[in-house]
């Protein structure tokens, strides 16, 4: 099997996004959004009660193993769960919601005028060039910061047998994962070709956000977990964030980080324009713009700063991305590797955000459990008839925003 991220499923609520984020089901979903903005009667539950029980319920229905679940009213930390052994502040691999790191540790930098936006990435990447080769294409030296951060870059999504980065397969059959890095990786994807002209056209790649990883670290001086760990998620209030034990080292600025739910949902309040967290007012402005940035023809969702964008008429726009990995291989050289399981973030634009994760099930194989799973969280929002006025992140270890140094 192939490497993979979850579907992402609300633009009201929006498309499916797998493997590796590409969109494998382009048709819009209507209800599932409306359905929780409605009026309609609905049972009085407190938040645990709203939450738990359809976590629970859907677990069981599919047999997945373990998972948790979070949630957050107003920034504050209002519900926390493990399920299966998993402890509710436990640290999992996120996925490609690690996206949404490397892309504001790129806003940081432009707002600190390390670079632009508009930067081509040609001159950015020539220390990466000279050491792992120049670009087959040249028109990759073309693409701007921008394009990699929207996915517009033109680099394709499906890279030989994957949706991660080319060679992958290859190299996990000649080192073990636990000595596979992402330096691994970059000469084979400096000699991809183009699939697209950059800024025609969405595809979604994980290879351009690895590139952006190598874009912090020759901009920084610093390796890629130290410097976002620095710039973005210690500002979070997360404690010695890390890139997963397992894969962090290969997946690293695509899919590498791994965080609790409660340290996930602690990251998210800096995309909330209402807090003094690191972000300008400008970087607020481009995240939620949807100019250029539009993943389909129809513009209902725009992908900006690691995130999907999904626009609500006459209300602020929701935020949220999925993450996964789907990874089957038998003649892997430290032995066979197995892995699937899913997360999920929304960012409700009332000002209500939730996090999932789950073991055994994901957007490829098990479209109709990820998608039960994403109309229970939605039903369960609109469930809440009493949300606590006490903040959970001090008991799950995640302290205040920051924006000093």
């Given amino acids: 099997m192939h490497s993979c991220n979850i579907a992402a499923k609300v633009r009201a609520s929006g498309p499916t996004i797998g493997a590796a984020g590409a969109l494998i089901g382009a048709s819009i979903v209507i209800g599932v959004l409306a359905a929780a903005e409605t009026t309609a009667k609905s049972p009085h539950l407190s938040v645990a009660a709203a939450f738990d029980g359809p976590m629970q319920s859907w677990m069981t229905k599919y047999g997945v193993t373990r998972g948790s679940v979070a949630v957050m009213r107003n920034d504050r930390l209002a519900f ?16 490609s919601m690690s996206k949404a790191i490397t892309a504001l540790c790129i806003a940081v930098l432009v707002q600190d005028k390390n670079l632009s936006f508009d930067d081509p990435i040609g001159p950015l990447l020539a220390p990466v060039f000279a050491k792992f080769g120049k670009p087959a294409d040249e028109r990759l030296g073309r693409v701007t910061v921008a394009q990699l951060l929207t996915h517009r870059s033109g680099l394709p999504q499906n890279v030989g047998d994957n949706r991660f980065a080319p ?33 025609s056209k969405h595809v979604y790649s994980n290879v351009g956000y690895i590139l952006l990883g190598q874009i912090i670290e020759t901009s920084t001086g610093k390796p890629y977990e130290t410097a976002c760990a620095d710039r973005v998620l210690s500002k979070a209030g997360i404690k010695n964030p890390k890139l997963d034990q397992k894969w962090g080292r290969l997946l690293q600025s695509s899919a590498g980080w791994a965080l609790s739910g409660p340290e996930y949902l602690g990251f998210a309040r800096l995309l909330s324009p209402k807090q003094k967290g690191i972000l300008t007012r400008a970087t607020h402005d481009w995240l939620r713009s949807t100019d250029g940035k539009w993943t389909d023809d129809h513009h209902t969702t725009a992908y900006t700063l690691g995130v999907q964008v999904a626009l609500i008429p006459n209300a602020p726009p929701n935020i949220f991305h ?33 996090f999932a994760s789950y073991e055994g099930v994901h957007s490829d194989t098990d479209p109709q459990a990820v998608t039960e799973l994403h109309d229970a969280l939605w039903r369960a929002v609109r469930n809440v008839s009493s949300w606590p006025k006490h903040d959970e992140y001090p008991a799950n270890f995640v302290g205040p925003l920051s924006t000093g140094p």
């Fill in 80 to 95: 926390a769960a493990g399920y299966g052994g998993r402890g509710a502040n436990e640290r999992i691999a996120v996925w």
């Fill in 322 to 354: 999925g993450g996964g990995w789907l990874w089957q291989q038998g003649d892997a050289a430290g032995g066979a590797i197995s892995e699937k399981s899913g997360t999920w973030f929304v960012l409700h634009g009332g000002g209500i955000a939730w």
């Fill in 167 to 199: 060679g992958m397969r290859q190299l996990l059959r000649q080192r073990p994962l636990s000595e596979a890095t992402v330096d691994n990786l970059l000469s084979p994807i400096i000699k991809l070709t183009l699939a697209e002209e950059p800024g």
